[in-house]
């Protein structure tokens, strides 16, 4: 469903981190951090990062 680099920032948005945050531990620019999180809510069909990370901890119970 999703990319590794889309695993490894929908990870840290689930942390807690905002998009400066995200493109200084990843090493990427803050564009490609958002052109990420765009990629990510319209695979999890949400609008914000909330959406994102109950959609995601949801999916990811129902798979353990």
């Known amino acids: 469903m999703f990319t590794k ?7 840290l948005v689930v942390q ?3 998009n400066r945050e995200i493109s200084e ?3 990427i620019t803050n ?3 958002k052109a990420h999180i ?4 319209r695979k999890l069909k949400v609008s914000n990062r ?3 990370t109950v959609k995601y ?3 990811a119970s129902l798979t353990e």
């Open 57 to 59: 901890l949801k999916l």
């Open 16 to 18: 807690g981190y905002n």
């Open 5 to 11: 680099r889309e695993k490894d920032v929908l990870d």
């Open 25 to 27: 531990k990843l090493m």
């Open 38 to 41: 765009a990629s990510i809510y």
């Open 50 to 52: 909330v959406q994102a």
């Open 31 to 33: 564009h490609t951090t």
